[in-house]
């Protein structure tokens, strides 16, 4: 069969793990104003929630560790596929990868689903550039392929996952490790308008190298997003702006 088209126009989405599995057609956003929507995370069994501290501030952001917990693939195409089929608008399924063989079974049952438009399979902070290569291929099939990154090892990987065919590459939240009053550290994922610098440098440079980026980090406003598109991201991710009532009416602006 052949492979689906997946067009991002307007060129925006949500990152995974901000609007939930599935969009929301009785909410506050306007559809129109987005191109696709990515699922949150799902893996091949469910997985629970991280345990102790999951959430820090510091200037300029916060720290979530989750785990993405999330009810696994099975049950939520039995919860989730009738909305994917009423979406307005492209629905990228996320998929949590360990192994070629775990995408490649997962990517098969997606295959054919209404409304879904492509996978965007997340690769762990310590996969080799043979597994990055490994599970792009075995996602291939009739649905695009996005291979969302480690945001600190994206100029290794990237080349692998465009030559084995993914259709572009997206960029996962930098982590980091935060104090906490009680407990010790935590580590986790970082969001915030602070992570914007670094993110536009990183998405440049992917760029130069004539790689298809999704550009994220850092964005909340039109402003962010404008210079995001003007150094030559194919498409912009946001995050964290999306769980706040503002960035609601930011995003009518893009």
Not at 51 to 64: A, D, I, N, Q, S
């Amino acid at each position: 069969m052949a492979k689906l088209d997946l067009t991002l126009d307007p060129p925006i989405m949500n990152a995974a793990g901000a609007l939930g599995f599935f969009p929301d057609l009785h909410g506050p956003l306007d559809w129109s104003h987005f191109g696709a929507f990515v699922t949150n995370p799902l893996s091949l069994a469910p997985r629970t929630p991280a345990r102790g501290k999951r959430f820090v501030t510091y200037p300029g952001g916060f720290l979530l560790h989750s785990g993405y917990p999330n009810p696994g693939l099975s049950q939520a195409l039995r919860r989730f596929a009738r909305q994917w089929s009423r979406s307005p608008l492209p629905v990228v399924v996320h998929l949590l990868v360990r192994s070629p063989d775990e995408v490649a079974q997962m990517a098969r049952r997606l295959e054919g689903l209404e409304g879904v438009g492509g996978v965007e399979i997340g690769l762990t902070s310590d996969a080799s550039p043979e597994l990055v290569a490994g599970c792009v291929q075995a996602c291939g099939g009739e649905l695009p392929v996005i291979a969302r990154l480690p945001f600190e090892r994206a100029i290794e990987l990237a080349p692998r996952a465009i030559q084995a065919g993914a259709m572009a590459v997206s960029l996962a939240p930098p982590r980091g490790i935060c104090p906490a009053e009680a407990g010790g550290p935590v580590q986790g994922r970082l969001y915030g308008p602070a992570i914007l610098p670094i993110a536009l440098r990183l998405v440049q440079e992917l760029v130069k190298l004539g790689l298809p980026t999704i550009g994220s980090g850092g964005i909340y406003t039109h402003e962010h997003y404008n210079a995001m598109l003007s150094i030559g991201a194919l498409a912009v991710q946001v995050d964290s702006v999306l769980w706040k009532w503002s960035g609601y009416r930011v995003l009518e602006r893009a």
